[in-house]
């Protein structure tokens, strides 16, 4: 199983919005609402940002929000500010014979 | 407050064996599924396994089949993955992580390093 193809980056200024895109297959991204996406800021440990392809856990900033259109999903960050700079991942739920969950390759967003 | 803490990683020889710990602590346990995702230095996450509230089903990402094998103890509070057959591409940070049975993962536990090495 191939892992989600992400962007390798992303860059904006502060106040912009950026998007990153994850693209799969009907086998995963496509075919199930099981999208979510991970904030990882270098050395530290991955945080949950969205699930189920839009809806936000308690305590994250509306300025991140999820959707999805056929085998790609987006995470968009609106009113960027520095403390966003980290990779993100998304994942999605598979029914594949080699893995039930799928990894994106990973985006690095730089805020310039 | 929920807390997930990973012991038991180290140095160990190509074909050596391991036992990962993770204890929860802050919600009820048994209720969750439980998974271990995997980082090999610089690069990106990688699922390795699941396990549901009572033990009783267990998934494995075809690259650990057959080597690795998850457990809980619920009584315990505590998840267990025990690798063995250990490779130098199994070398990486484990996490254990949590999921309400909807397939996210929250929170992430800290990480333990496991190096395969000679």
């Known amino acids: 199983q191939s892992a989600l193809t992400q962007p390798a980056s992303v860059s904006g200024s502060p106040g912009q919005s950026i998007t990153i895109s994850c693209t799969g297959t009907?086998?995963?991204?496509?075919?199930?609402?099981?999208v979510s996406w991970y904030q990882q800021h270098p050395g530290k440990v991955p945080k949950l940002m969205i699930y189920?392809?839009?809806n936000r856990p308690s305590g994250v900033s509306d300025r991140f929000s999820g959707s999805k259109s056929g085998n790609t999903a987006s995470l968009t960050i609106s009113g960027l500010q520095a403390e966003d700079e980290a990779d993100y991942y998304c994942?999605?739920?598979?029914?594949?014979?080699?893995?039930?969950?799928?990894f994106g390759t990973g985006t690095k967003v730089t805020v310039l | 407050e929920v807390q997930l803490v990973e012991s038991g990683g180290g140095l160990v020889q190509p074909g050596g064996s391991l036992r990962l710990s993770c204890a929860a602590s802050?919600?009820?346990?048994?209720?969750?599924?439980m998974h271990w995702v995997r980082q090999a230095p610089g690069k990106g996450l990688m699922w390795v396994s699941r396990?549901?509230?009572?033990?009783?089903?267990?998934h494995y990402a075809d690259s650990v089949k057959g080597r690795f094998t998850i457990s809980r103890d619920n009584a315990k509070n505590t998840l267990y993955l025990q690798m063995s057959s250990l490779r130098a591409e199994d070398t990486a940070v484990y996490y254990c992580?949590?999921?309400?049975?909807?397939?996210?993962?929250?929170?992430w536990g800290q990480g333990t390093l496991v190096t395969v090495s000679s």
């Open positions: 992580t949590r999921d309400p049975g909807k397939n996210w993962f929250d929170p």
């Open positions: 994942s999605s739920y598979t029914v594949t014979s080699s893995t039930l969950y799928v």
């Open positions: 009907s086998s995963d991204v496509g075919g199930y609402n099981y």
């Open positions: 802050g919600f009820t346990f048994s209720t969750y599924f």
């Open positions: 189920e392809v839009s």
């Open positions: 396990i549901n509230g009572d033990g009783s089903m267990t």
